[in-house]
């Protein structure tokens, strides 16, 4: 099946600094990408929809300013959290999927575990 | 609008049981329905999905789901529970064609699976 890799897989950063999450589709072209957050022991929440070559659609409450993403190429989106806080600590998953035919399905990365001090 | 419920946040079955998962949801239009697995600390694997045709679906690992319209349900079972099948098991629905086609996920139900 079609391969969606996430980097880094974990990372722990100070109170402040930025961070930056890449989603990259391996073996297929994504015209459309999903970015998730996690919280421990709870859903998926869809966080935006990054579209190649345009704008992400952000979520009602989700603040564009504070998660920006960005998906320049048919392969690779990224998701960077500026001047993160503890409570953006939380596992982010990205789903792609891909531009010949559809019947639904999203395939997912591995996760992202960021963990703020 | 869509929405999906799954009933049971934690199950608890015995090695060689049956596994059933409710997950019952709500669309405007006739939905796409899928079944994920997540494992500790890794992202979503599909299980199986429904969008047309046959309303019995089989997946991977020995699971299957039956779509009923009527219920507005597609619950999720597995013959004889493994080890191997502990993890958090998602329910998720999707309207076909729709703008975004975004999924939309239940709050999911963490198996264990007892010696």
């Known amino acids: 099946g079609a391969v969606v890799s996430q980097h880094p897989s974990r990372v722990i950063c100070k109170s402040g600094t930025s961070v930056k999450i890449e989603c990259r589709s391996l073996?297929?072209?994504?015209?459309?990408m999903f970015w998730y957050r996690q919280f421990p022991k709870q859903s998926l929440m869809l966080m935006a929809t990054s579209n190649e070559g345009s704008k992400a659609t952000y979520e009602q409450g989700v603040e564009k300013d504070k998660f920006l993403i960005n998906h320049a190429s048919l392969t690779l989106s990224t998701l960077t959290v500026t001047s993160a806080h503890p409570e953006d600590s939380s596992f982010y998953i990205c789903?792609?999927?891909?531009?010949?035919?559809?019947?639904?399905?999203?395939?997912f990365g591995e996760g992202s575990r960021l963990t703020v001090l | 609008a869509q929405s999906v419920t799954q009933l049971g946040s934690h199950v608890s079955v015995s090695e060689g049981a049956l596994v059933l998962l409710r997950c019952n949801y709500s669309s405007s239009v006739p939905p796409y329905l899928f079944w994920y697995v997540q494992y500790p600390n890794q992202g979503l694997q599909l299980l199986l999905k429904?969008?047309?045709?046959?309303?019995l679906v089989k997946g991977i690992n020995g699971f299957e789901a039956e779509f009923k319209k009527s219920e507005t349900s597609f619950h999720l079972t597995k013959p004889s529970a493994h080890m191997s099948d502990a993890a958090e098991y998602f329910c998720?629905?999707?309207?076909?064609?729709?703008?975004?086609?975004?999924?939309?996920f239940g709050g999911g139900t963490r198996v264990l699976v007892k010696p």
């Open positions: 073996d297929f072209q994504a015209t459309t």
């Open positions: 429904y969008t047309t045709g046959a309303t």
């Open positions: 789903s792609a999927r891909g531009t010949s035919g559809f019947t639904g399905e999203l395939f």
């Open positions: 998720a629905v999707s309207a076909p064609r729709a703008a975004g086609n975004k999924l939309t």
